[in-house]
């Protein structure tokens, strides 16, 4: 992946250190492989940002961050790709992954509407959570693993593509 491309969407270290909601970090964010742009660290980020995505759990970017603190890979990137889980998306990504979780364990699945209100969430919520969570935690592993490897092959890619570039530029010189 070009570097120049990532760089221009991800703040820079020191905007993320100046963060006065990451203070309670304290140092952690002194360590420098959490803004390396380098096929590994991008690689993982790209897991973390989209398994999170995938949890229907509030709080997501927070997840996404200490999953990057812990993993030691891009914080900016993983913490910006929870984002595939936005309010467009996110009804269709859960219910999904609602249905994915009914027909792997083997219940029905339920006819429901959302409603946003407490009385929805104390009665409805009880009755598909475990289906929701399940095939959440599938797609999330199966999606995550899913761009893990896309991101390495589109680095290697990359790479392979500007070294023959370089390669072929090289003898061109070489050959006048």
Known sequence: MPKSIIRRWLPTPEQVRANSGLKFLGTLLHDPNLFHLNRHSVSVAFAVGIFTS?????????????????????????????WISNPVTMPAIFYSTYKLGAWILGTPPLDFRIELSWEW????????????????????????????????????????????????????????
């Open 54 to 82: 995938f949890l229907p759990l509030p709080g997501q970017m927070i997840i996404a961050a200490l999953l990057a603190l812990w993993f030691r890979c891009n914080l900016p990137l993983s913490m910006i790709l929870v």
């Open 121 to 176: 969430l104390t009665e409805e919520v009880g009755k598909i959570w475990l289906p929701l969570f399940f095939g959440s935690l599938l797609a999330g592993i199966f999606f995550a693993t899913l761009s893990y490897f896309t991101m390495q092959a589109l680095w290697r890619w990359h790479v392979l593509k500007r070294w023959k570039l370089r390669l072929a530029k090289r003898s061109m010189v070489n050959f006048q």
